[in-house]
């Protein structure tokens, strides 16, 4: 191990040099309560990490949820008035790359985003955390709240955040400490050394595949947008509309008029090749707590079973969970047995019965009364 130092550049415990330590480490102090809750310390980090793995999340963030307080069970900076989210990253600094360490350290600093942000969020917090939070500076001002959305990892550290906040139910099941060592392995030798390098531009789990990148579609992308629908609904491609283009540009805009109705694009080495909408909303039920709605998901034809509609939907999933969503729906054509067992292997169950009806256009009038 070596000197890991606080922001004022204390001395506060060693960085870790293997995981054979970490593990050490999480075994000899993880059974300390966490905080003023009812878990124990791993008991909080097995939660979190399963929390995250449920959710489809890359291995770089199942491991920073597994080791986010990792600054309470190293060190002498045992409490919440410590920098512990500072410290973490540090103590990890020298086994992963950015995308562990930087959601680990920010993990605290979502707290006061949110707090900021998503009215009703700080009561959800339980008594020790709100504690916490006025010792970590209370929630962001808008000025600091933008300034934070900004950060590359802060939608990483706002879903760690989410986890980290539901990881303190006593009893509950989760995956082993060997099981999470063994994902924090593999993402430890994918990061070695590129992973230690200054912020780039690959987003958070890119480590996977670097040539792939999730934007939001615009303007720009119509075209791309109208060959991937033709694509979805397994049309020839003279089957589009002459006016396809303009078509989805009153559409984009026509989304963008919801409060959060978005249509996001994989680009896999700079060409678009799929694509999916995800509108975030709530309604009267489950007390008004937000929920998710896939659609238009579609991948290239000849680019299907390459991995890119798990890496779009795992995207998907963190969208949502970043939003606070409690669920994230879709239906699919009962026919398209291989589309099921890939959500199905992502960890959607089948739910319910979708029923639809097709209406007739709307016209003025009708959709008056
Ligand atoms: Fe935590």
């Not at 939660?47 to 959710?55: G, P």
């Not at 959601?103 to 020790?128: I, M, N, Q």
């Not at 500076?137 to 955040?161: E, I, K, N």
């Not at 700079?270 to 999916?276: F, I, L, Q």
Request: charged letters at 20%; aromatic letters at 6%; glycine letters at 8%.
């Amino acid at each position: 191990m070596t000197q890991a130092y606080s922001a004022s550049g204390d001395t506060l415990a060693q960085a870790f040099e293997s995981l054979d330590e970490i593990s050490e480490a999480m075994t000899r102090r993880g059974g300390a309560l966490y905080g003023g809750e009812a878990v124990t310390q791993l008991a909080h980090a097995l939660q979190c990490a399963t929390l995250a793995e449920d959710c489809g999340s890359s291995p770089a963030l199942i491991t920073a949820a597994l080791l986010h307080d990792l600054g309470h069970m190293a060190g002498e900076a045992d409490d919440e008035k410590s920098a512990h989210s500072d410290l973490a990253a540090r103590l990890l600094g020298r086994l992963f790359g950015i995308d562990v360490t930087e959601p680990v350290r920010l993990h605290v600093d979502a707290k006061r985003y949110l707090c900021a942000v998503e009215p009703g969020y700080a009561d959800t917090l339980s008594a020790a955390s709100r504690q916490s939070l006025v010792w970590q500076g209370g929630a962001y001002s808008a000025q600091q709240a933008t300034a934070f959305a900004a950060r590359r990892h802060a939608h990483d550290a706002v879903c760690l955040r989410r986890w980290d906040d539901a990881a303190k139910t006593p009893g509950r099941a989760t995956r082993s400490l060997e099981h999470f060592m063994i994902i924090a392995q593999q993402v430890q030798l994918a990061n070695a050394p590129a992973g230690r390098a200054a912020d780039g531009a690959a987003g958070a789990g890119d480590a996977e595949r670097p040539d792939i990148e999730i934007r939001l579609a615009t303007d720009a992308d119509l075209a791309h947008l109208v060959r991937l629908m033709v694509e979805m609904d397994d049309l020839k491609a003279d089957a589009q509309d002459a006016d396809a283009a303009q078509k989805m540009r009153v559409t984009l805009q026509t989304m963008a008029r919801y409060p959060d109705f978005k249509t996001w694009l994989v680009l896999e080495g700079g060409r678009p090749v799929a694509s999916y909408s995800l509108m975030i909303f709530c309604s009267p039920s489950h007390n008004g707590t937000q929920q998710a709605l896939l659609d238009a998901v579609v991948v290239q034809r000849d680019r299907r079973s390459a991995g890119l509609g798990n890496r779009m939907l795992r995207h998907a999933m963190r969208q949502a969970t970043a939003a606070g969503c409690y669920k994230l729906m879709l239906s699919s054509n009962i026919k398209r047995a291989d589309a099921h067992r890939f959500y199905e292997n992502l960890g959607f169950t089948r739910h319910g019965i979708s029923f639809g009806i097709d209406l007739p256009p709307a016209t003025a009038a009708s959709v008056l009364q």
